[in-house]
């Protein structure tokens, strides 16, 4: 079936500092992918989503390229802020068929000031 | 626009006991999915309502059931909790084409003592 799979955590970061978080996705065809970000104590806010190959999805300094070949959607930063800290979830949706989002397990994030 | 509304946002029951958790989408969506997060197993798909018809399931026993209504408001109901029913309980809604972006609401935390 489908899944996805995210680098372990957590990951603490100084502020300033470049992140990148690990995301590949295994499914049948091509789905539609997303980050979705969880701050403490709340729901989940989507963060940015691509769907289709090459696509790069962006939001918030965030970035993500949808590539096909190496079945990826790394999630990436420039310049990290303390307000980022939360969880990081990388999800897919295939585009064709009654199918639901499928999650990874999180990544937390902590920035250090 | 006004985002996915949940209610109520905490509850404590104790074992044995039903609930009843209410989701409003986005106006104009149509399709309505339940999650549940819990750390051990990350979020898991519960079942999504169209038009007032369950189209979709995940692997969760009977006492978990939902329902939709006309005004695509819907709810989900947990009857007998058990203490591994303990959770966030999120509702995510999307326009009726498959594979759109859902959009969740705060959740709901359950409790069960």
């Known amino acids: 079936g489908d899944s996805v799979t995210q680098m372990e955590g957590p990951v603490t970061l100084s502020e300033e500092a470049f992140l990148t978080i690990n995301c590949t996705y295994t499914a049948t065809g091509y789905p539609s992918l997303f980050w979705y970000v969880q701050y403490p104590g709340e729901g989940l806010q989507l963060l940015l989503k691509a769907t289709k190959a090459d696509d790069k999805g962006s939001n918030k300094g965030f970035e993500a390229t949808y590539r096909k070949e190496t079945t990826s959607f790394h999630l990436e930063k420039g310049s990290v802020q303390v307000s980022d800290s939360a969880v990081y979830f990388c999800a897919l949706i295939r585009n064709s068929g009654n199918t639901p989002l499928v999650f990874g397990k999180g990544t937390r994030l902590s920035v250090i000031a | 626009k006004a985002g996915v509304t949940q209610t109520p946002r905490y509850l404590i029951k104790t074992r044995g006991q039903q609930v009843t958790l209410s989701c409003s989408p986005i106006s104009g969506h149509r399709s309505v999915s339940w999650y549940q997060q819990t750390p051990g197993q990350g979020l898991q798909f519960l079942f999504e309502y169209f038009s007032e018809t369950q189209r979709n399931k995940g692997n969760f026993p009977g006492r978990f059931s939902g329902r939709q209504f006309s005004n695509s408001r819907s709810e989900m109901n947990v009857s007998t909790l058990e203490l591994g029913d303990s959770a966030l309980y999120l509702c995510?809604?999307?326009?009726?084409?498959?594979?759109?972006?859902?959009?969740f609401g705060p959740g709901t935390r359950l409790l069960v003592l």
């Open positions: 995510a809604s999307s326009n009726s084409a498959y594979g759109e972006t859902q959009y």
